[in-house]
């Protein structure tokens, strides 16, 4: 790969990199403390969309496509990495898998690659 192709993914790597370390840092427990929601959604699932929707936008804005074909590829590689995630942080004493995340993971990666299609039209 070319320096410059690199530069293009360079964004995308170092967001990849900080979902990576921010998901599989320990948390401390938590008491049955309620999670504050944002239009009946937890505010972690928008967190969790919001992320995997930047990092989609950031593959896409690398590749500098808006290939509907590509960009879903791009969507499914963001899905791909936030699943692995998900698993790793039930190697994580204080973390868990989640289903409901690894959704929002989805549904964020989606839209984004939905919003980054139209908005090149």
């Not at 919001?50 to 791009?74: E, I, M, N, P, Q």
């Amino acid at each position: 790969m070319d320096s410059s192709r690199f530069r293009r993914y360079a964004p995308a790597v170092a967001f990849a990199a900080l979902l990576l370390v921010t998901s599989l840092v320990p948390v401390p427990e938590s008491g049955t403390e309620a999670v504050p929601t944002l239009l009946g959604v937890a505010l972690d699932k928008w967190v969790h969309a919001g992320s995997y929707g930047t990092l989609t936008t950031l593959l896409a804005w690398g590749k500098r496509t808006r290939t509907a074909a590509v960009v879903a590829a791009l969507a499914a590689v963001a899905v791909g990495y936030g699943a692995g995630i998900e698993i790793l942080q039930g190697l994580v004493a204080t973390r868990d898998t989640s289903g409901a995340d690894f959704v929002a993971n989805a549904v964020g990666a989606t839209l984004a690659g939905v919003a980054w299609l139209w908005y090149g039209r």
